[in-house]
Structure formats: structure tokens, C-alpha cells
């Protein structure tokens, strides 16, 4: 049973950062060059701040739970998938610390630079795309285990 509910919210959790990720990218990304220049150090400190629940905890509870399961995992989901799971969240983190943290960090304090949103833009589809295959994975898995 315990299996079955760390694989649940493991679930969840990938299914909710794949949306939450695709949101940003798509409509909250595509808005910081209206957000003005004269107050975007503020906006990206209130940004960063105000992410912390919505974006960085469900983040860091899908990597707990997937290192969980490389312990504890219901039979229907192999050890292979596991840690091509923890490959895809690995990857997802270092290219977090590598661009948009670091990008949106400094923008915090510089403000408004055309160039750093172009490249946050660009180089946050690698994050997003990382955190839908393992959803897209994730949902997979779990109607193959439904199958009757």
C-alpha cells in the first residue's frame, strides 16, 4: 500500500510540474518585457519570492519522492523507470541552477536586460520539456498498470 501511494504522489507531482512549468514558460516568461523596465528588479524580487511554494516545493517533493523510489516502488513500475526518472530530475535541477535561477537571480538585482529574458526564454524549454516527458511518462506508466 505505501507503495502505492509514494507512486501516487509521485504522480501527481509530475503531472503538476509539467503544467506548472509549461505555464510559466508559455505565459509567465512571455510577459517580463511588459512588465516595465523602470520596476523590473522588483517585480523579479517578488517573483522569485512568491515562487517558493508554487514552483520550488512541488520541484524539490518530485526529486524526494523519486529518490524514494528507488527503495520502495510498486511492482508495476520497473527500476529502469525509476532512474530514468531520476536522470530526467537530475537534469531538470542542474539546468534550473545553471539559467533560470542564476538569469532571474540577477535580474532581481540589475533589472530589465532583453538579453537574459531572451536567454531565460530559450534555455527554459530544456526544463520544461525534461518535466513533461516524466510526466507524459509518469501517466503512461500508470494506465499501462490499469490495463485489465
Same mark, same amino acid.
Given at each position: 500500500?505505501?507503495?502505492?501511494?509514494?507512486?501516487?504522489?509521485?504522480?501527481?507531482?509530475?503531472?503538476?510540474?509539467?503544467?506548472?512549468?509549461?505555464?510559466?514558460?508559455?505565459?509567465?516568461?512571455?510577459?517580463?518585457?511588459?512588465?516595465?523596465?523602470?520596476?523590473?528588479?522588483?517585480?523579479?524580487?517578488?517573483?522569485?519570492?512568491?515562487?517558493?511554494?508554487?514552483?520550488?516545493?512541488?520541484?524539490?517533493?518530485?526529486?524526494?519522492?523519486?529518490?524514494?523510489?528507488?527503495?520502495?516502488?510498486?511492482?508495476?513500475?520497473? #527500476?529502469?523507470?525509476? =532512474?530514468?526518472?531520476?536522470?530526467? /530530475?537530475?537534469?531538470? %535541477?542542474?539546468? +534550473?541552477?545553471? &539559467?533560470? $535561477?542564476?538569469?532571474? #537571480?540577477?535580474?532581481? =538585482?540589475?533589472?530589465?536586460?532583453? /538579453?537574459?529574458?531572451? %536567454?531565460?526564454? +530559450?534555455?527554459? &524549454?530544456? $526544463?520544461?520539456?525534461?518535466?513533461?516527458?516524466?510526466?507524459?511518462?509518469?501517466?503512461?506508466?500508470?494506465?499501462?498498470?490499469?490495463?485489465?
Amino acid at each position: 500500500m505505501l507503495e502505492l501511494i509514494l507512486f501516487g504522489t509521485f504522480l501527481f507531482l509530475a503531472v503538476f510540474n509539467a503544467g506548472n512549468m509549461t505555464t510559466l514558460q508559455i505565459q509567465h516568461y512571455g510577459i517580463y518585457p511588459f512588465v516595465g523596465k523602470e520596476t523590473f528588479s522588483e517585480y523579479m524580487q517578488a517573483n522569485n519570492k512568491s515562487a517558493r511554494i508554487p514552483s520550488i516545493l512541488p520541484a524539490m517533493l518530485l526529486l524526494i519522492s523519486n529518490i524514494i523510489m528507488l527503495f520502495i516502488r510498486p511492482q508495476f513500475i520497473a #527500476g529502469s523507470e525509476v =532512474i530514468l526518472f531520476l536522470a530526467l /530530475n537530475v537534469a531538470a %535541477l542542474i539546468s +534550473t541552477f545553471k &539559467w533560470p $535561477r542564476k538569469l532571474q #537571480g540577477q535580474m532581481a =538585482i540589475t533589472g530589465y536586460d532583453e /538579453n537574459k529574458i531572451k %536567454l531565460l526564454l +530559450t534555455t527554459n &524549454w530544456i $526544463r520544461t520539456t525534461l518535466f513533461l516527458l516524466q510526466g507524459i511518462i509518469a501517466v503512461s506508466i500508470t494506465m499501462q498498470a490499469l490495463k485489465p
